[in-house]
Every structure is written in structure tokens, then in C-alpha cells.
């Protein structure tokens, strides 16, 4: 019987098989490492008298935790918050003592930590790679298989490279068909994550396949394996094909020359064999999918952007009901109503989901020569310092600017509402990112998740708005 | 870590599912360099108006579960993001333990390398302990992990799934580092059998 894509990435990678008294120890090719999952790990180490294993096959960067707000006059990002400042300086301290690459705050590559490994080069198919980041799983959109790990398995990885695990299972998530205009990568991932549930893929590694899959770009691939544990699962893959060869061609880490040629040769043994057996199979039709939006306090909450908010008394058992009503109660939203029209105080494009290149540029071609509502406050916050620039050599930067919104430094920023950019109580925002958990954007904030365009319609209406709407009297380029 | 003994504890029941560690610690409790003082952070936006003062419903303010060292909580228990802040945070608050009829896969690692103990039941008995906690919440319950069970106060034992290997760890107190360092053998076998691979610190130009 053939393999998958998924068994394929993993046995290269076991040093030692699972038996029945231990699970499996994995290699990792690459790890990760931020400032906010990582001091106690280092505090093990130093306890234990321990080195880094591999401070080659490591990188660290500043973004959970660092403020996104403006430059001094000395080029320096301010971090004014003393609690945020010592985390900082610890993961600097701990980089020059272990000798890890550091892409410090402000510095030309740094940014989010799922931006900069493949903007680097440094994510290639068929790789391990860990990062004690729950959406580490982005990096799957290579054909690597990633993902989240906590603090414990930080220090595993920094000492021995390795990591014991257990065989998950694996779920093919297929969709063929064709997006309609107004439809991206966004509102596939929000559909599958509404089919399949918050917990759907718990235990379960994802492959997503079908032909509305392959005709994605590798921005929205990474959207789409970004969200894989917003249904469970600690990891989602697409397997490796030309447009990811083209993707990473020439970037800073990708191979050069014979070994470049090399590389994709074996990259091409990767894809799924026709015979290869999953645990699990969803199939979604790209033809009929719409712009997605949440109306609830999980990702899994989701729904077409012209549906109705679901009426907790028609729920199918007593627990879904109590969770519906908690959600809508904290939501501040009635069963049945329509989200089109809903007046909104902050729209985010921002975030390991929604932040790269392709993302700015699709949002800026729709607020081009538009202005952000009133009464709406619309951050843009870039993944990356390289996509800071790029966008700014692009003049996306006017174009955001122009309409009203803020351009901001790069990082988490609101996604994750621990750096001071952060919603104040009972503000509705809509947000590009991925978590509408109770008080995941700021305290009491009430978070709509959907996708770039879907975020730039809202701004400019200052109320919940289907950009399809807008697309139909503009012509996008 | 210490080891875990078979000890008896009350419960407190929280009968929401999908409770996301976003909840469990609120991020902006995420600035910290050590594992101190997450405790009084557990469930904080539940748990504290904003004035700082006790949300008297919220159950973990009611004093009848000021002592529980067993949290039983709806499934999906621990989605969400990879902090492990989560389980310091419920073992700062006095857990030793979450019952659920499901985790999130990175929260139950996360609690296994800490000695909080994931227990994993089948819904009739999530829904039995639930009932249990919120009328009788004096009365404790047995978790015997050498045994892989729970025993109920009718006498009732419920076997709860957990890998071998993590047993062992669990039972002995001894953490999973130690284990990998000795395969120091078979991880310099497997670099020289892998070597060409990325290099963080070695960019192609």
C-alpha cells in the first residue's frame, strides 16, 4: 500500500520507531523559537548544565509580545512595557549564550515567526519543524510537517533535537471546484473548520488536496494550514508541486545550483501515492462557497457571510445549546439576525493568517480610492519587516494610509492582545486573524473572523459588509 | 517532578465545552519569565469582574470547590493555542487533575510533561461526575494511576486511557529529558545519515 504525504515526511524522520513502552523519537530540521515560549525552556538548560544541541538548525525572533507602534527618531521601536521588555531581553540573552541567530525587533528580517521562515527560504518541503506556537502548522503548506509544541518540548527540542511523539492519524481534506471572485483561501479554511468543528481534527494530521487547493498560491496555502488547529489538528499539509518550487526558489536558504536540482527531485517523491489510505476523509465544494464570517466565540462558529446567526432553541443537543447561548450572550448577537450591517468599532489585517504580501496587496487593490468609515479604526499590521518594505516599495503603504487606516510595525499585534494593541471591552472588530475566543483581541472584545476583503469591505462601510457587493462595481487588479 | 501517587480529591465542575486555553490564561498574563503567580491568573476574565473583585457565580469563587484538586470540564478541554502556561496556570490554582471526555492534543501534552493528569472518560460518566460535583461537592473521588482508574464514592472504577510511557514518567516523577539524552548514540547516527539539511545559520547568499 502506498503512503501518504504525511508517513512519508515521518519516517524520514524517526530516530527511533514508537514501540509499545515508548512513543516514536522524531528528528526536527528546524526550530523556532519567540519570546514568549521559550524562558523556561532555556532556565531547564542552564539548570541542567545543558547546551543547544543545534543552534544551526534554530532561529529565534521578537513578535508575540513587541509593540507594532511607530519608530523613534533613532529608528528604534520603543517597548515601553517593562514586564514585555524583560521577556525581550531574556530571549536576546539567551540567543547570544547558546549562539542562535536572533532576528531581533525592528532589525530587517525580523516578524512573525510564521512569516519569516518561509520568506527566508528556511521552510522547504519534507522538513520537521517545531515551534512552541500553536500555528506552527502554517509551515505545512511546503510539504513539511509542523507544528505546535509546548514549553517542556521546547527544551526537549533545544537539547536533543528531537521530540517524542506519538503516530497521529491522518484526514484528507479535499476540495475541487473553482472560488468564485470574492472567495480566497480564507473562507475555504473557515468553511472546513464550521464542517468539521472546533475539535474535529483532535488527534488527526490534515492533507488538504483537490484542485481548488492546487490552484491556490503559497500565501494561500499557508492561510489555509495556518487554521488546521483551529479544527484540532496540530498540523495540516499540501503537498509540494511547482508553484512551491517557484515559491522558494532563490530565497536566502533555498538550495543553489546542482543542489537546488537535488532538492526538487526529491521534493517530487512527496505528493501522496494514489493508493495511500487516509484515517478520514471531508470534501467541500469550492464551486458553492461564499465569503465566511464567525459570529461566536469559536473559530468552529462560522458561517456563510449571508446566513443567519443560528438560533440556539433549533441546536441538536442540551451542551451545543449552552454553547451557543454563552457565544451569542458574550457576542452580543440574537439568534436568527443577519451579521450584514453590523456595525463594527475596529477592523484587523494582520496576523499569521492574513499578513503577507499577497494579502496587503489584495486588500489595498479594494480600498484603493476608498476611505475607512468614520468611526472605524482599521489597523495593517505586516507580518514582516520584508513585507513592510515590499508593501512599501509597492506603495500599498499610501494606500492604506490614504484611506485612513494605521500602518503599523511588524507582528502578532491583535491577533494575540499582549503588546497594547488591543480591542477595549464590548468593541466588535473584524479580524483577518484566527481566534474569536472570549477575550482573545482585548478583555470583553468581541472578534468576527474573516478574510482580508472581507475585513477591507467592512472598513469602508463601517459595518459587516460581503465584498462581493463592492467586487461587482469595481474592477480588481 | 514529583511523582503521582493515587490520591483523593473533590471536583469542581465547569460544564462548557471547548474551553480554550485563551481562557484558561488570558495572554496578556503570557509576559512572564518563570512559572510563578499564574495561579491567580487561572480563568481570570471568568473568574474576576474587572474592578478586580470575585465573580461570585463563576465556580472556582464558590467555597464549596475552594479545595478541589479535580477539574471536570466539557470536551475538547484545552483548545486553543501551545502555552503550557495553561497547566502551570491550573496547577498554581490547585488542579492535579482534568477530567473530560476529550483534550486538545497539545494541552494533554503539555499537562503530561507537568503531572497535571489528563483523565479521559466516556460521556455517561463525564455527565455522572458532573451531577456528583454539583450536589455533592464534599464528597472526593479516587484517582489511582498505577491502576489506570477512577473510583467513584459508590465504589464504581472507570479505567481512563494513558500511554505506557507517560505512566512510567508519571509514576516515577521522572521527566521525558532524561530519556532523550540517552539516545545520544542514535541522534549522532541519525545526523550523520541526514546531514545536508537547512542550516539557520549558514544562508545560501
Known amino acids: 500500500m502506498g503512503q501518504t504525504l504525511f508517513e512519508k515526511v515521518w519516517n524520514r524522520h524517526v530516530v527511533k520507531p514508537q514501540t509499545a513502552d515508548s512513543p516514536a523519537v522524531l528528528y526536527i530540521d528546524l526550530h523556532l523559537i519567540h519570546e514568549v515560549t521559550s524562558p523556561q525552556a532555556f ?48 530571549l536576546t540573552r539567551n540567543c547570544e549564550d ?27 518541503p519534507g522538513m520537521t519543524i517545531v515551534c512552541g506556537d500553536s500555528h506552527t502548522s502554517t509551515h505545512g503548506a511546503f510539504g513539511a510537517l509542523a507544528f505546535g509544541i509546548g514549553t517542556s518540548e521546547v527544551s526537549h527540542v533545544l ?31 473557515l468553511a472546513v473548520i464550521a ?82 489510505q487516509f484515517d478520514a476523509e471531508v470534501v467541500l465544494s469550492a464551486d458553492t462557497l461564499t465569503p465566511m464570517i464567525t459570529y461566536g466565540t469559536n473559530p468552529g462558529m462560522g458561517m456563510p457571510i449571508d446566513a443567519r446567526v443560528p438560533d440556539p432553541d433549533r441546536a441538536s443537543d442540551v451542551s451545543e445549546r449552552v454553547a ?12 436568527n439576525q443577519s451579521l450584514l450591517g453590523q456595525p463594527v468599532n475596529v477592523v484587523f489585517l494582520g496576523s499569521c493568517t492574513n499578513s503577507r504580501i499577497s494579502d496587503l496587496r489584495e486588500a489595498a487593490s479594494l480600498l484603493r480610492g476608498h476611505r475607512v468609515a468614520e468611526d472605524v479604526r482599521m489597523m495593517v499590521v505586516p507580518g514582516s519587516q520584508q513585507v513592510k518594505a515590499q508593501a512599501e ?34 468593541e466588535y472588530a473584524v479580524s483577518t486573524s484566527n481566534r474569536n475566543f472570549e477575550g482573545r483581541q482585548g478583555k470583553g472584545g468581541r472578534t468576527f473572523l474573516a478574510s482580508p476583503l472581507t475585513a477591507v469591505a467592512t472598513a469602508i462601510n463601517g459595518a459587516i459588509t460581503d465584498p462581493r457587493q463592492m467586487l461587482e462595481r469595481e474592477v480588481i487588479v | 517532578m514529583e511523582p503521582i501517587k493515587t490520591f483523593q480529591g473533590t471536583m469542581a465542575p465547569l460544564a462548557i465545552n471547548d474551553i480554550d486555553t485563551d481562557q484558561i490564561i488570558p495572554a496578556r498574563f503570557l509576559k512572564v519569565t518563570d512559572k510563578n503567580g499564574l495561579g491567580e491568573a487561572c480563568f481570570s ?45 491550573l496547577m498554581g490554582a490547585g488542579f492535579k487533575a482534568v477530567i473530560s471526555t476529550y483534550f486538545a492534543d497539545i494541552f494533554r501534552n503539555n499537562s503530561l510533561k507537568n503531572g497535571l493528569l489528563p483523565i479521559v472518560v466516556d460521556e455517561e460518566t463525564y455527565q455522572q461526575l458532573l451531577s456528583l460535583a454539583e450536589e455533592e461537592p464534599d464528597t472526593a473521588i479516587i484517582v489511582n494511576l498505577e491502576q489506570e482508574q477512577i473510583v467513584l464514592p459508590d465504589g464504581r472504577a472507570v479505567k481512563f486511557p ?10 516515577n516523577g521522572v521527566d521525558q529529558m532524561g530519556y532523550l539524552l540517552e539516545l545520544d548514540d542514535h541522534i549522532n547516527e541519525y545526523e550523520e545519515q541526514n546531514a545536508g539539511r537547512v542550516r539557520t545559520t549558514q544562508a545560501g547568499d
Open chain 1, 159 to 189: 537539547a536533543t533535537q528531537c521530540l517524542l511523539q506519538s503516530k497521529p492519524k491522518t484526514m484528507a481534506i479535499r476540495v475541487d471546484g473553482t472560488l468564485s471572485n470574492g472567495v480566497t483561501a480564507k473562507d475555504i479554511i
Open chain 1, 393 to 426: 516599495a509597492e506603495g500599498l503603504d499610501q494606500v492604506f494610509k490614504e484611506a485612513g487606516a494605521e500602518w503599523r510595525e511588524a507582528g502578532c499585534s491583535m491577533c494575540i492582545a499582549m503588546n497594547g494593541d488591543q480591542l477595549a471591552p464590548g
Open chain 1, 195 to 276: 464542517k468539521i468543528g472546533v475539535g474535529g481534527g483532535t488527534g488527526y494530521v490534515l492533507e488538504y488536496m483537490g484542485s481548488a487547493i492546487r490552484a491556490l498560491s503559497m500565501e494561500g496555502r499557508m492561510t489555509i494550514c495556518n487554521m488546521s488547529i483551529e479544527g484540532g489538528a496540530r498540523a495540516g499539509m499540501v503537498a509540494p508541486d511547482d508553484t512551491t518550487f517557484e515559491y522558494i526558489a532563490g530565497r536566502p536558504y533555498a538550495p543553489r545550483g546542482q543542489a537546488w536540482m537535488d532538492a526538487v527531485n526529491d521534493w517530487r517523491t512527496l505528493p501522496t501515492d494514489d493508493d495511500a
Open chain 2, 45 to 89: 476574565d471568568w473568574r474576576y469582574e474587572s474592578d478586580g473583585s470575585p465573580k461570585p457565580d463563576f465556580v472556582l469563587n464558590q467555597p464549596q470547590y475552594a479545595s478541589a484538586a479535580i477539574l471536570v470540564g466539557g470536551h475538547n478541554f484545552g483548545c486553543g493555542s501551545s502555552r503550557e502556561h495553561a497547566p502551570w496556570a
Open chain 1, 324 to 335: 451557543l447561548d454563552k457565544a451569542l450572550t458574550y457576542m452580543g448577537l440574537q439568534p
Open chain 1, 98 to 124: 547558546f549562539g542562535i541567530p536572533l532576528y531581533a525587533l525592528g532589525t530587517e528580517k525580523q516578524g512573525i515567526v510564521h512569516v519569516i521562515g518561509p520568506e527566508q527560504g528556511l521552510t522547504q
Open chain 2, 162 to 171: 494513558i500511554d505506557g510511557f507517560s505512566k512510567y514518567c508519571l509514576l
Open chain 1, 43 to 90: 532556565t531547564v538548560l542552564r539548570e541542567r548544565g545543558l547546551p543547544v544541541r543545534r543552534p544551526d538548525r534554530t532561529l529565534a525572533t521578537m513578535d508575540h509580545s513587541t509593540p507594532t507602534t511607530p519608530r523613534n527618531l533613532d529608528g528604534i521601536i520603543p517597548v515601553l512595557d517593562v514586564q514585555a521588555s524583560k521577556q525581550l531581553d531574556t
